[in-house]
């Protein structure tokens, strides 16, 4: 079994910060890139920034110079520093996970049950 759990959401004012955190946890082998998504009510998920196990990172153009995704490859863990923070950034959080089980022949994809983060006065 394969666990990925987030945490850190809220409610913050506009300009204000969070961070995020999401923690697999099970039969772990290896995990390869891990990312945070996003879905706001009425919208489609999409993806806010990835990063892989070298530290290689991506973002979203919305969240460029705001948010910063980092990892502890040690912990299982990744981070999202969201910073400088909008109302268009209130939407319900996830985590994504390409994890290799231990006996398993390839990678799969886990998401996490997502957090809520409301950015609002």
């Known amino acids: 079994q394969v666990q990925v759990v987030e945490s850190g959401g809220g409610l913050v004012q506009p300009g204000g910060s969070l961070r995020l955190s999401c923690a697999a946890s099970?039969?772990?082998?290896?995990?390869?890139?891990m990312g945070w998504y996003r879905q706001a009510p009425g919208k489609q998920r999409e993806l806010v920034a990835g990063?892989?196990?070298?530290?290689?990172?991506n973002y979203a153009d919305s969240v460029k110079g705001r948010f910063t995704i980092s990892r502890d490859n040690a912990k299982n863990t990744v981070y999202l520093q969201m910073n400088s923070l909008k109302p268009e950034d209130t939407a319900v959080y996830y985590c994504?996970?390409?994890?290799?089980?231990?006996?398993?022949?390839?990678?799969?994809?886990?998401w996490g049950q997502g957090t809520q983060v409301t950015v609002s006065s």
């Open positions: 990063i892989t196990s070298g530290g290689r990172s």
């Open positions: 099970g039969s772990i082998f290896s995990i390869y890139a």
């Open positions: 994504n996970a390409e994890i290799i089980r231990v006996g398993a022949p390839g990678p799969n994809g886990y």
